[in-house]
């Protein structure tokens, strides 16, 4: 079973805090993705990455960066988070250059900036 | 720019019956795909069904079926025999290129016992 897994499940942290997320797949898929989901507005893309060091913003990327050093980690930094940034974040991969390829997702981290 | 539009926030049905969700897209590809994926309470997003666009024959998956009509930009899901583990959260999504989708809203469907 192809496998992502998202470092945590709930995380609260301050105003203006760096806040790293970080995802990692086991199934060797070379497409990561980072999403946001809020209610009301569905899965918005934030950023994604087709190779190691590669990275493309998503529609929604300010405000985040990421970071993929090794094939099977993707990051997601917020340099000072804030509180419109509280949401559902949820990472997924799939395998390269097809759309029609499914992503498979983690199971979300629900940060909570205070 | 492509968009996918899920009209109907919240449903619900009784178990065993059948249920159909919506969903309508624009675009001006003619290469493409749609995804029906579904989130369980506290459980990961998965695909429940796929269909591409140069495809005329809808797809199924067990109790899954869509509905494509791509003159209207149409993709809607049955579920038949609605059982209480379809309760979930649903989306419709647009796919086309090397690897962007573009996802609806949501439908949270809650299946009643």
């Known amino acids: 079973d192809v496998k992502v897994t998202q470092s945590s499940r709930y995380l609260v942290k301050r105003t203006g805090e760096k806040v790293f997320l970080e995802c990692v797949q086991d199934m060797d898929h070379e497409n990561m993705f980072w999403y946001r989901q809020d209610p009301g507005l569905g899965l918005r893309l934030i950023y994604f990455?087709?190779?190691?060091?590669?990275?493309e913003k998503g529609d929604i990327p300010e405000g985040y960066s990421v970071s993929r050093e090794k094939k099977e980690r993707f990051s997601l930094i917020l340099e000072s988070a804030s509180t419109n940034q509280t949401s559902m974040y949820l990472c997924?991969?799939?395998?390269?250059?097809?759309?029609?390829?499914?992503?498979?997702f983690g199971p979300g981290t629900r940060l909570t900036v205070t | 720019a492509q968009t996918v539009t899920q009209s109907q926030p919240e449903m619900s049905v009784q178990e065993a019956e059948t249920v159909t969700l919506s969903c309508t897209y624009d675009?001006?590809?003619?290469?493409?795909?749609l995804f029906w994926y579904k989130q369980p309470p506290s459980r990961q997003m998965i695909l429940v069904i796929r269909?591409?666009?140069?495809?005329?024959q809808n797809a199924t998956e067990n109790r899954f079926s869509v509905n494509f009509q791509k003159a209207a930009k149409s993709f809607s899901l049955k579920i038949s025999d609605s059982q209480l583990g379809d309760t979930a959260m649903y989306f419709c999504a647009f796919g086309s290129g090397t690897y962007k989708y573009i996802f609806g809203t949501g439908t949270r469907l809650k299946v009643l016992a």
């Open positions: 997924a991969s799939s395998l390269a250059d097809r759309v029609s390829y499914e992503q498979y």
């Open positions: 990455s087709y190779d190691v060091k590669m990275k």
């Open positions: 269909q591409e666009a140069y495809k005329q």
């Open positions: 675009t001006s590809e003619s290469n493409y795909y």
